[in-house]
């Protein structure tokens, strides 16, 4: 670019996994062994990463690449941007790699869809005196079609019809280098951003002139406001008055933002666009530019249209580029998941907090996104897939949970990074990256105090993974294996008595002991505060204890009436899906007596675990070896199992808390084929925090016991509440 | 009506005022017009310029017209908004108001200055919306033709310096028409009968846009003066053009290398703003402005 070099580069990275593996229990004393083997290995993932250069070092960026460039067949560089001309023979030379260059606006082009697609939250309006100044918004599963204003030095307005379908279909002039070069003929003053400093300072109806100028007020018959611009420049038509810096770089800022406005409406309504995503130097990040744009585009489309930006709007060139270069490995097929360790914030917007960013014309210093390992798609039983919000509270918006949640995130670190220095007791480092794990989760909760916005809507499940990418930063990929190693053995001696209990029951009064056990099981979750303040003190703490600690009925949330009235009264459900929660006493006395129940009424079950480790949630590969012990001790799950009517599935998540709208593929497809028609989803992270407000398309349960005294008292009632939420979507 | 006949639009940069002149007095009106009148026709039609400010478009001025039942002449004089507070002083010492003629006047300052004539002039002001007064003046100025030509004209081949050339233009079938009226600012009104328009938008880069970045830039002083620096000055030097970023014409976009795509973009390098004349200054004003409400002219009359 004009100013600064954006670098997408594609890198294998080794990291630490935790791997579970089934002993070979022949001829063992199967008492005192642990129930499986957790190994720590060495896993290689693809990872996008993406940084910034400011020209000047424009060598430093080459060493970077230079040094980056081992054991690869890397022959070709593409490049785009007027540099890729500028510096092209310097690129040649140092790097001994072929510059191919690539058409700006394709790449412009092919990094918004690619950012569009992957970045949750990635949009943003922008709102003036407002306490959050950006409004994201959710992604679209329809991105196209957009209209995309460009404003570099001059403005490209191009429409995006499909993935390689654009048209340029105008443009102007004026644009960000006219702000600049006639900001710098009229003021002296030589750079962008001190250009900038100056309009945010100044007043430009002492410039302009206004229609009360020329009427004295409103223009009354057209309901033209006295103040709105009649003339830019207008009362500077005299050679013997002086004028103020700040008030021409203010009259020139609003002048070039109200065409460009006028001109993307224009373009907007002969398109029948109503999606317009503006980037481009002059907005980079700018809340100046950003505020006069979305003014502009709100007058004169009279509300109808929204003016849209992109955190990542100043990576999208380096990304299309990227893009180009690696169509054979076809990036495209993949899904992506943005790293928020490894990936610096929005730049602050509070000029008291950090001034000296302030000036800086980048949003990101560093992105990286790493490349999951299988595809991410909508739960197809989503009931509106483009309206689906994942997270209950959305903490930019709501300043109070905001601070409870931050403090809250403070106040369990320390133990966190104590617990994951706990858990590798043999590395002789462990302390030492736990310390530098609890400075950068710490650094990045200082982060948000300042900007919520940073990372998009920040909400507590962004805080939940926020830690989890930062633990595995630090390769502490699963703090808590031997923890779900000893609850899971301790649990699976516990079944079959369970069972048998609940066998002995009658069929009223079953149901309800197995809701009971559902809850109960809940109760253990390592992530809550509360509740690892008891597990560590009293390890006794049993199953039996925990339900005596549940609430009594009427809970908090109570639909169970008419859950038994449906279990009683209706056909038995085609399939369940049910996401699971815990390890240990929760998926095996808690989830799978009731998946039991459930096969024995002819229900088809689909257990989704998540991919990945997150705090004591079970996994994938965990379930699998709960499962193969419960069903040798169980003929109902063995003959499910065998009949292929208990499915064992990833989410394609390791987070603690479940966005539907980012599932693995292969779940999607089993729920489509089994007719799915009950999801079942248990857990605060799950049906709390996230989707206690999800509409699905058929029957669903939402379960969970609240742990947290403050969020009880939020949703008023006490700690270990009860959320018992029964939902059949209307006819 | 009685004499006097004056039409007032005082806009936010200049007021225009045109003045019909009857040429056939009787002499028995003559007899009985009373000595302010004729001072007031004599004054105007005497003299070219007025006071220090004020100017008649001599070369505008409309001849042997007839206007409602009376042949004469139409003249176009105009002054400085700034000076509006002289020209009702000036009214005032003519005793303007014992010819109980009614002033029509248009445009923002009939409603601005509306008080002043009133208290300082003994004036009522009859005022007219701009936007009724501004299509019917069209439509009358085409009927009547401008001394024998045609009153609307375009340029054809308007992209080459070479083959341009003004032509007539026939308004006889105008509608649907877009009326983009350059003032201070910009109105744009789609019309689609005399008494069926409406206004579709406008922009604040307009006239008063040009002339005062020209004064800012260049440190001239009359509109005028702005004009004939911009007819010097070569823009190229000022913007950035498509092939100073692509070395030529940006084929993707199918963009020809001269066109403009920044404006005042080459003004970001230091070097250039220290090589650029003021009359380069002006002339690339004269393009950007004049541009650009091409630019929203055309969207709007491919929305309309």
């Known amino acids: 670019g004009g100013s600064l070099t954006k670098l997408a580069y594609y890198s294998t990275v080794q990291h630490k996994v935790a791997r579970v593996r089934s002993f070979d229990h022949s001829g063992k004393d199967i008492e005192n062994e642990p129930l499986y083997e957790i190994s720590v290995q060495e896993e290689i993932t693809a990872r996008l990463h993406f940084i910034k250069f400011e020209n000047t070092y424009i060598e430093t960026c080459l060493d970077f690449i230079k040094d980056h460039l081992v054991n690869t067949e890397t022959k070709v560089i593409k490049a785009t941007g007027g540099g890729a001309y500028k510096f092209k023979d310097l690129i040649e030379k140092k790097l001994g790699l072929k510059v191919d260059k690539e058409d700006v606006m394709t790449c412009l082009i092919k990094g918004c869809n690619f950012v569009l697609r992957n970045i949750p939250h990635e949009v943003f309006a922008y709102q003036k005196d407002s306490d959050t100044e950006f409004r994201f918004q959710t992604n679209h599963p ?156 709100n007058f004169f489309s009279k509300g109808e249209v929204q003016a849209l930006f992109l955190r990542h709007e100043g990576y999208l060139g380096a990304i299309g580029a990227f893009l180009k270069g690696a169509e054979q490995d076809n990036p495209n097929q993949y899904s992506w998941g943005e790293n928020y360790a490894g990936s610096s914030g929005l730049m602050s917007t509070s000029p008291d907090v950090y001034p000296m960013q302030r000036t800086r014309s980048g949003t990101f210093d560093m992105l990286e996104m790493d490349r999951l390992e299988r595809p991410l798609v909508n739960l197809p039983l989503l009931k509106d897939p483009s309206t689906y919000i994942p997270d209950t509270v959305d903490l930019t918006d709501d300043a109070m949970a905001r601070k409870y949640w931050l403090t809250c995130f403070e106040e369990a670190l320390d133990g966190v990074a104590k617990r994951a220095a706990a858990s590798q007791p043999d590395s002789v480092d462990a302390l030492e990256r736990a310390e530098k794990f609890r400075q950068k989760y710490w650094n990045k909760l200082q982060t948000l105090r300042q900007q919520p916005f940073a990372y998009g809507t920040l909400t507590v499940r962004s805080l939940l993974d926020t830690r989890e990418h930062c633990l595995n930063e630090f390769n502490f990929p699963d703090p808590y294996s031997k923890v779900k190693q000893k609850e899971n053995g301790i649990a699976l001696k516990c079944f079959q008595s369970v069972i048998e209990s609940l066998d002995s029951l009658g069929w009223e009064e079953r149901q309800f002991a197995l809701v009971k056990g559902l809850l109960a099981g809940n109760v253990f979750d390592w992530g809550a505060k509360a509740v690892s303040d008891v597990l560590e003190s009293e390890p006794q703490f049993g199953f039996e204890e925990a339900k005596s600690k549940l609430q009594e009925r009427p809970w908090l949330e109570d639909s169970y009436s008419q859950w038994l009235e449906r279990l009683k009264e209706g056909p038995p459900h085609k399939c369940a899906l049910i996401f699971a929660d815990n390890s240990g006493i929760d998926i095996i006395l808690g989830v799978f007596p009731f998946v039991r129940e459930l096969l024995s009424r002819g229900t088809e079950v689909i257990l989704a675990c998540n991919s990945g480790p997150a705090l004591n949630d079970v996994t994938y590969s965990e379930s699998l070896i709960v499962t193969e012990r419960i069903a040798a001790m169980d003929p109902v799950i063995q003959s499910a199992l065998r009949e292929e009517k208990l499915l064992l599935v990833q989410t394609g998540s390791s987070s603690p808390c479940l966005d539907l709208s980012r599932l693995d593929k292969g779940l999607a497809v089993l729920v489509r084929e089994r007719k799915t028609d009950l999801v079942i989803i248990e857990g605060m992270g799950r049906a709390i925090h996230t989707n206690y407000y999800a509409a699905l398309k058929c029957e669903s349960l939402k379960l969970a016991v609240i742990k947290n005294s403050w969020l009880a008292d939020r949703l008023g009632g006490k700690i270990f509440s009860v959320i018992f939420k029964y939902e059949v979507p209307c006819k | 009506p009685v004499f006097p006949w004056f039409g007032l639009d005082i806009g936010g940069t200049l007021v225009k005022l045109v003045y019909f002149e009857p040429k056939d007095i009787t002499a028995e ?80 300052g009939a409603y601005k200055f509306e008080q002043d004539f009133r208290t300082m002039g003994d004036l009522q002001l009859c005022k007219l919306d701009e936007l009724d007064c501004l299509i019917k003046g069209v439509l009358y100025i085409d009927s009547v033709g401008f001394n024998g030509h045609s009153e609307c004209y375009y340029f054809e081949n308007p992209t080459d310096a070479e083959r341009c050339q003004k032509l007539p233009f026939n308004l006889e079938n105008p509608y649907p028409l877009l009326l983009v009226n350059i003032g201070s600012g910009v109105s744009i009104l789609a019309v689609y009968s005399k008494e069926n328009y409406k206004r579709v938008t406008g922009t604040s880069l307009g006239g008063g846009t040009f002339f005062g970045l020209c004064c800012l830039l260049t440190g001239c002083s009359t509109f005028e003066e702005a004009l004939e620096m911009a007819s010097h000055g070569d823009s190229t030097k000022v913007d950035k053009l498509v092939r100073d970023i692509y070395g030529g014409d940006y084929e993707r976009f199918g963009l020809p290398g001269w066109a403009v795509a920044s404006s005042f973009g080459n003004m970001m390098s230091k070097e250039k703003r220290e090589s650029v004349s003021k009359e380069d200054l002006a002339k690339a004003t004269l393009i950007t402005i004049t541009n650009n409400i091409g630019s929203i002219a055309r969207m709007c009359a491919l929305n309309e």
């Open chain 1, 142 to 297: 329809n991105i196209f079609p957009y209209l995309l204003v460009n404003i570099g030095s001059g403005v490209s307005i191009v429409k995006v019809e499909t993935e390689d379908k654009f048209e340029w279909i105008g443009g102007s002039s004026i644009g960000g280098g006219t702000f600049w070069g006639l900001g710098a003929l009229l003021t002296k003053t030589k750079k962008f951003d001190e250009l900038l400093q100056l309009a945010s300072k100044g007043q430009h109806t002492n410039v302009d002139m206004l229609v009360k100028d020329v009427y004295g007020g409103a223009y009354q018959t057209l309901g033209l406001s006295g103040n709105l611009i009649a003339s830019s420049f207008g009362k500077s038509t005299t050679a013997d008055k002086e004028f103020s810096k700040e008030d021409m770089a203010k009259s020139l800022l609003h002048m070039i933002s109200n065409d460009i406005g006028q001109l993307a409406c224009l373009y907007a309504k002969l398109h029948n666009l109503d999606k317009i995503y503006f980037g481009g130097f002059f907005i980079r990040g700018h809340p100046v530019t950003m505020r006069t744009i979305t003014y502009s585009i």
């Open chain 2, 29 to 108: 009106e003559e007899e009985e017009e009373v000595e302010n009148l004729k001072s007031i026709r004599k004054y105007l039609t005497s003299n070219v310029a007025y006071g220090s400010t004020g100017i008649r478009d001599v070369h505008l001025e409309l001849k042997d017209l007839t206007l409602c039942g009376r042949k004469g002449n139409l003249h176009f004089i105009r002054f400085p908004t700034h000076d509006m507070p002289a020209f009702i002083q000036m009214g005032s010492e003519k005793h303007f108001s014992s010819l109980h003629t009614t002033l029509c006047a248009t445009g923002g």
